[in-house]
C-alpha cells in the first residue's frame, strides 16, 4: 500500500496539471506562493 501511495504522489503523471508529478506540482505552488507563513506576519502592527 505504501509503494502505491508513493507512487500515486510522487511519480504518477498528472495529465490535469501539465503531466507533472503532483508533488512537484506542489512544490513548485509552494515556491511561488507569496502569502505570509506566518498570523503575525501577516497582521499589520499596531505599533
Not at 500500500?1 to 511519480?11: G, L, P
Not at 504518477?12 to 502569502?35: F, K, M
Amino acid at each position: 500500500m505504501a509503494e502505491y501511495i508513493d507512487w500515486f504522489n510522487h511519480r504518477r503523471l498528472h495529465g490535469e496539471i501539465g503531466l507533472i508529478p503532483p508533488a512537484e506540482h506542489e512544490d513548485v505552488l509552494y515556491r511561488h506562493n507569496t502569502v505570509a507563513t506566518t498570523v503575525a506576519a501577516s497582521v499589520p502592527s499596531l505599533h
